[in-house]
């Protein structure tokens, strides 16, 4: 059974909308007051007892249906708020670009304020009669207000190909198949009986629950919780994961009486069916979540089992969703998206964690993929060539295969204008109809991706899709300049012949990854984007100087270029970067990293960076020194390779004592220079707490050295 847990989390971001500051400016401007706090005061009362309809859920199913039907129209709410900030949003482009030139005018067609406020007042008020008519069935139901890898395809018919092809193995070969369904088990086995692995014993499971609950030398402090902790072991029955993930859960609460609720659940009641892939442990763990970490862990069923998660790209699709709330006006969205992310990994929802400089990379076990599916099921959809129906509760669409779309797409997608996200797997046989098509109808969407091929079809269409947020194009010729009125857009990956004209007009963009065959970047442009946090310029081999205005990137945190072979020095004005703390530049092999600096301190480099990596560079031979003049008490990371012409390390290095990491890797000489005790730049690294010399970990204090893979 699928247990709805969205809506209490939608009513809620919707009232903190409502109560803001900056929407009860837009309603007094827009003539909506009065609308919007009927929708406020019907959402306040119906919120009031959600905590205890999604608790009673779990066993009458008449409440669980009326949750996902009030959770639609939450989200429609949803819909008709963002109306108002992208109306806001195309008038702050209007007031930083003028409003009084023919070209702004036609090229955002202002709409009329006496009409957008008429239209505006009659959906508000659709929402609410929808709202009233939902809340008015509430009181039948009794409901108390409250403060705030495996194989498992079970058709025997689609084994039987699979079992031929194994039947042609080498005389004396053997196949282990392992799975969790019996019945799975039964069809592949060619012995009796297959092997039943049994759980964790006992006493291993509470050691595994002791050590994940407890911090070191704590647990004697806690006898009670000890004993309880016994009794919430016997309910895992002997499942590792399950163990690790409610311990992981009880780390940070010592309260008796918590420990207590979390043995005592009514989630452990519910009867579980061979079939059923959710282990109660783990939906009590789920159930334990903080509401703003719920639906970012359910969203990551998007992606397919064994999918390797990248933090940046996960917490962008989080952000396009608008799944990261802040209580700090001044506390980045990356930042918060990434505090989510580790707190997942730390209730041990997300595993086999690898770090790659300023990029974590991870995994979901499959239970726990089973888990964030079951929460979803409702509202994601794969559409093929056999799909007949779409529930208009689907919000997230998939597309594996645009070359084999059912037959009266047209038809299926009629109802589905609140879809919020398209996924297009395969885009290289598109067809201009279809792409049309699915951009006319689906005029919500938060997020679009067109995979990873080329595309030989328009895009003008997209201009009209002003909810988006993320948008990642395959290749394509030409960027429609259209494009730029998407003035919400927050993440732009694309890969063209030339970057459109006016993308200064993408005023909230705060993520851009693009490749283009330009030879410089124009002015006012780039340059413009006062919002970007992260620019990745990749795969740009004509390219060789960049925007000379680059210090409007007021708050550009990473920077990163990549294969830009005729990139031929930076520009002057990469020395205003003040928020920059990560710079990464590869594969740049004309590149000089020469900057003439002037002794007065306005000509000096005002960024301090946390992050300084420079990969195969050989026209590096004097470092660089301007880039780490203002990083003195902030660079934690300094990672060399590929650098064969490096002469020698700055003698600054020896006065950076926030230095945490030094690698160097294939650099030459550079290697020996760095020997410990006696080559000739160690008195300038002996301070740093870890060297890594071409792969070898060199411990500062004494002689042992470890290899580093």
């Known amino acids: 059974m699928a247990l709805e847990s969205f809506a209490f989390n939608v009513a809620q971001k919707v009232l903190e909308k409502l109560a803001s500051k900056a929407y009860q400016e837009i309603s007094i401007a827009c003539g909506v007051q009065g609308e919007l706090k009927k929708l406020e005061d019907v959402l306040m009362t119906v919120k009031a007892v959600l905590l205890d309809a999604e608790e009673k859920q779990v066993s009458n199913n008449d409440v669980r ?135 964790l014993p006992h006493d291993k499971c509470v050691a595994l629950f002791t050590r994940c609950a407890f911090k070191e030398g704590e647990k004697k402090h806690y ?16 499942v590792p994961l399950a163990v690790k993930t409610l311990a992981s859960l009880l780390l940070t609460n010592k309260e008796e009486s918590y420990w207590k609720f979390i043995r005592d659940s009514e989630l452990w009641k519910i009867e579980q069916k061979e079939n059923d892939k959710i282990l109660p442990a783990l939906r009590l763990s789920y159930e334990q979540l903080p509401a703003y970490l719920k639906k970012c862990f359910a969203y990551c069923s998007f992606y397919p089992k064994d999918h390797e998660y990248a933090s940046l790209r996960l917490i962008q699709f989080w952000m396009a969703h608008g799944l990261l709330e802040s209580t700090n006006e001044n506390e980045d969205l990356e930042d918060i ?21 300023w990029l974590i990379m991870c995994k979901m076990h499959d239970l726990l993929h089973d888990l964030a599916l079951s929460l979803t099921q409702n509202e994601f959809s794969t559409i093929i060539s056999t799909t007949t129906h779409i529930s208009k509760s689907v919000r997230h669409l998939l597309f594996p ?26 885009t290289e046989e598109i067809s201009q109809s279809a792409l049309d098509l699915c951009l006319s109808r689906l005029k919500y969407l938060r997020m679009l991706e067109l ?66 065959k330009q030879k410089c970047l124009a002015k006012n442009g780039l340059g413009c984007l006062t919002s970007l946090r992260l620019l990745c310029i990749s795969g740009c081999e004509n390219l060789e100087y960049l925007c000379e205005d680059m210090q409007g990137l007021k708050h550009l945190r990473t920077l990163t270029i990549f294969r830009c072979e005729s990139l031929i020095s930076l520009p002057q004005s990469m020395k205003y970067l003040t928020a920059l703390e990560t710079l990464h530049i590869e594969d740049c092999e004309n590149l000089k990293l020469t900057m003439e600096e002037g002794k007065a301190d306005h000509d000096l480099a005002r960024f301090s960076l946390q992050r300084l990596i420079l990969i195969s560079s050989p026209e590096l031979v004097e470092f660089p020194e301007w880039l780490l003049r203002g990083s003195t008490n902030t660079l934690q990371l300094l990672k060399l390779r590929w650098c064969d012409n490096l002469k020698e390390l700055p003698r600054c290095l020896q006065n950076i004592v926030s230095l945490q990491k030094l690698v160097i890797e294939d650099c030459g000489e550079l290697s020996e220079r760095c020997e410990r005790g006696k080559g000739e730049d160690w008195s300038k690294i002996a301070h740093i707490p870890k060297i890594v010399l071409d792969g070898s970990e060199i411990n500062s204090t004494d002689d042992s050295s470890t290899s580093e893979d």
Not at 83 to 107: A, D, H, N, P
Not at 343 to 348: K, T, V
């Open 65 to 199: 249906v009326w949750l996902i039907k009030l959770k639609d129209v939450l989200y429609d709410a949803e819909d008709v708020l963002d109306e108002f900030e992208c109306e806001t949003q195309r008038k702050q482009s209007l007031k930083l670009y003028g409003s009084t030139t023919k070209k702004v005018g036609r090229f955002f067609s202002s709409s009329n304020p006496l009409a957008f406020s008429f239209k505006m007042g009659h959906k508000i008020k659709q929402i609410r009669e929808q709202l009233d008519e939902i809340a008015s069935h509430k009181a039948k139901f009794h409901l108390n207000e409250r403060d705030e890898d495996d194989v498992w395809n079970e058709d025997s018919m689609r084994w039987d190909p699979l079992q031929e092809l194994l039947f042609t193995g080498a005389n004396g070969s053997k196949i282990l198949v392992t799975t969790r369904s019996k019945k799975v088990a039964s069809i592949m086995s060619t012995i009796s009986e297959p092997y039943e692995l049994s759980g």
């Open 223 to 238: 006898p009670n919780l000890l004993t309880i902790g016994d009794e919430i072991v016997k309910k895992c029955k002997g």
């Open 337 to 357: 998206g990434l505090r989510y992310f580790q707190e997942l990994g730390s209730r041990s929802f997300f595993q086999d964690f690898e770090v790659y400089d």
């Open 401 to 426: 295969d645009f070359t084999s779309l059912p037959h009266g797409v047209s038809t299926l997608l009629q109802d589905l204008e609140h879809v919020r996200t398209a996924l297009f797997m395969r």
């Open 451 to 516: 995979s990873q091929y080329k595309l030989d079809v328009s895009l003008e269409r997209i201009g009209s899709l002003k909810h988006l947020r993320l948008l990642f194009l395959p290749e394509i010729k030409k960027v429609p300049n259209s494009i730029c009125k998407l003035q919400n857009l927050q993440s732009l990956l694309l890969a063209t012949e030339e970057l459109p004209n006016d993308i200064r007009y993408l005023i909230s963009l705060r993520f851009l990854s693009f490749s283009t």
